[in-house]
């Protein structure tokens, strides 16, 4: 049987691997961790073998993700990364716990929560500099006091997100502001905050240079799990894999062409206008992959070629000393930009490696 192209090959055994080694990693500071699936699509599979590593928790930040794997019997606490109004009544349906910075969102899940007869737990996110989601730290004590008027809603916790959007890392001075904040809320109310949620892939240089950290017992990690890396400097975590997604493409044309295009220029199909360097006559090999299936600048080629382009459906290669056959697959590790696209595309066909 022929396998398909273009398909990603998952090894599941490798993202348990690397669960497992986080988890005892993290846990030795008493950090327990939520498997981020949403770079997957909350792909069921991928979430068992995250739970297998002994992830605590499921996070998600697309509610439909969430609700795949709870149709594909995923035995697991959710957490929802991302909370808007307009899903309210489906999020305390459907989910244990999610993240939150909005007292109109929290009135309409109390609001659905009382319907339902529950108690929504949720976390609330701090903004520590990042300035993507999060509460400011002064206006945080106003804003508990008003949720506690919430009676179906129960505050578990904080949490904070760095290194996403405004690029700021996660050091020990932020980590313990964050601890500093959770003790004086527990001072001036009623409350305990059992779960501080201290970021993402990004906070493993912290972890590693600190023996203190503080009230920091949780952290959610996609990128670190699924691709073996932190993310501050993107660099490989020891023992852990960092192919267990390939990327595999079929070679449609395979030529010896001059590297320079010959007519006048004017723009691509990107509307952009093109620069070459002359590498004179040389094999191009055309994979059929494009813009469309995947952010093509975070892929690496698993052999020696060079991509030089795309276009919506065409990725050009240069062969360097290789010879691509017509019809044959060329492999590609994917950042994860690509795997985040390429997961996301009905062109290209999931495949599990045992
Ligand atoms: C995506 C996301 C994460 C996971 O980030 P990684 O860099 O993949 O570990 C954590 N927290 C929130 C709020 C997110 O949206």
Request: overall charge neutral; some cysteine; glycine content about 8%.
């Given at each position: 049987?022929?396998?398909?192209m273009p398909?990603i ?225 993107g ?8 192919n267990?997604f390939k990327l595999i493409a079929e070679v449609i044309e395979s030529k010896v062409k001059p590297s320079l295009p ?6 691509d199909a990107f509307?952009n206008?093109p620069v070459f360097r002359d590498r004179?006559?040389h094999r191009r090999a055309i994979i059929a992959l494009g813009k469309q299936d995947t952010l093509i600048s975070g892929l690496s080629p698993n052999q020696d070629l060079e991509i030089l382009g795309a276009s919506s459906d065409h990725v050009v290669l240069d062969c360097k000393n290789s010879y691509l056959?017509v019809?044959v697959g060329v492999n590609f590790n994917l950042d994860y930009g690509s795997l985040l696209t390429a997961?996301?595309s009905?062109f290209i ?6």
């Amino acid at each position: 049987m022929k396998a398909f192209m273009p398909r990603i090959e998952i090894t599941l055994s490798q993202i348990e691997h690397n669960a497992r080694m986080l988890c005892e990693l993290y846990g030795q500071q008493g950090i327990s961790l939520m498997g981020v699936s949403k770079a997957v699509l909350g792909e069921p599979l991928i979430a068992e073998a995250m739970l297998q590593g002994g992830v605590k928790f499921i996070a998600d930040s697309r509610l439909e993700n969430i609700q795949r794997m709870i149709n594909a019997r995923i035995p697991a606490q959710f957490v929802l990364l991302r909370t808007a109004p307009s899903q309210a009544e489906s999020v305390v349906e459907n989910v244990d716990i999610s993240l939150n910075t909005e007292i109109e969102t929290l009135e309409k899940l109390n609001y659905y929560a009382s319907l339902q007869n529950k108690i929504h737990q949720i976390i609330l996110m701090v903004e520590m500099g990042d300035l993507r989601e999060g509460i400011l730290p002064d206006d945080i004590f106003l804003f508990i006091k008003k949720v506690l008027d919430l009676p179906h809603l129960k505050i578990i916790g904080l949490g904070c997100n760095l290194a996403c959007y405004g690029g700021i890392k996660p050091d020990n001075q932020k980590m313990l502001q964050l601890s500093e904040l959770t003790d004086e809320i527990e001072k001036k109310f009623p409350i305990n905050l059992s779960l501080i949620s201290g970021g993402n892939s990004a906070n493993y240089k912290w972890y590693k240079s600190t023996n203190n950290v503080g009230r920091i017992n949780n952290l959610r990690l996609g990128e670190s799990i699924l691709l073996g890396c932190e993310t501050v400097k993107g660099q490989t975590i020891p023992e852990l894999h960092t192919n267990a997604f390939k990327l595999i493409a079929e070679v449609i044309e395979s030529k010896v062409k001059p590297s320079l295009p010959f007519g006048e220029i004017g723009r691509d199909a990107f509307g952009n206008i093109p620069v070459f360097r002359d590498r004179g006559r040389h094999r191009r090999a055309i994979i059929a992959l494009g813009k469309q299936d995947t952010l093509i600048s975070g892929l690496s080629p698993n052999q020696d070629l060079e991509i030089l382009g795309a276009s919506s459906d065409h990725v050009v290669l240069d062969c360097k000393n290789s010879y691509l056959k017509v019809g044959v697959g060329v492999n590609f590790n994917l950042d994860y930009g690509s795997l985040l696209t390429a997961m996301t595309s009905p062109f290209i066909k999931k495949q599990f490696i045992k």
